[in-house]
Nanobody, 118 residues
Framework: VQLQASGGGLVQPGGSLRLSCAAS????????MGWFRQAPGKEREFVAR????????YYADSVKDRFTISRDNAKNTVYLQMNSLKPEDTAIYYC????????????WGQGTQVTVSS
């Protein structure tokens, strides 16, 4: 299983970015896909997740109403649309996958840097 994250970059406060996570190597229809982030000197934290089969999504309070997670079945890709970005959103963003009944995420992508700065 491979997860390839992309789309990070430098953006001004208030701007937008869309991250992509291309998944390959297995069928993800019974999986949960998640986005996590880790800022310098801080622990990795949950951002959002989506149940692949139903499209049901969940968000951390810190990103609710600003970020949207979605998936494209045909492309086996999960997206994280990030709007109204704040400097505190600066972090390395990772995508991850787990079986729908699993407690921990088994598969992780390599991370993509998001920097929000003027």
């Amino acid at each position: 299983v491979q997860l390839q994250a992309s789309g990070g970059g430098l953006v001004q406060p208030g701007g937008s970015l869309r991250l992509s996570c291309a998944a390959s190597g297995r069928t993800f229809s019974s999986s949960v896909m998640g986005w996590f982030r880790q800022a310098p000197g801080k622990e990795r934290e949950f951002v959002a997740r989506i149940i692949w089969s139903s499209g049901t999504s969940y968000y951390a309070d810190s990103v609710k109403d600003r970020f949207t997670i979605s998936r494209d079945n045909a492309k086996n890709t999960v997206y994280l649309q990030m709007n109204s970005l704040k400097p505190e959103d600066t972090a390395i963003y990772y995508c991850a996958a787990k079986a729908s009944g699993a407690f921990t995420y088994k598969y992780w992508g390599q991370g993509t840097q998001v920097t929000v700065s003027s």
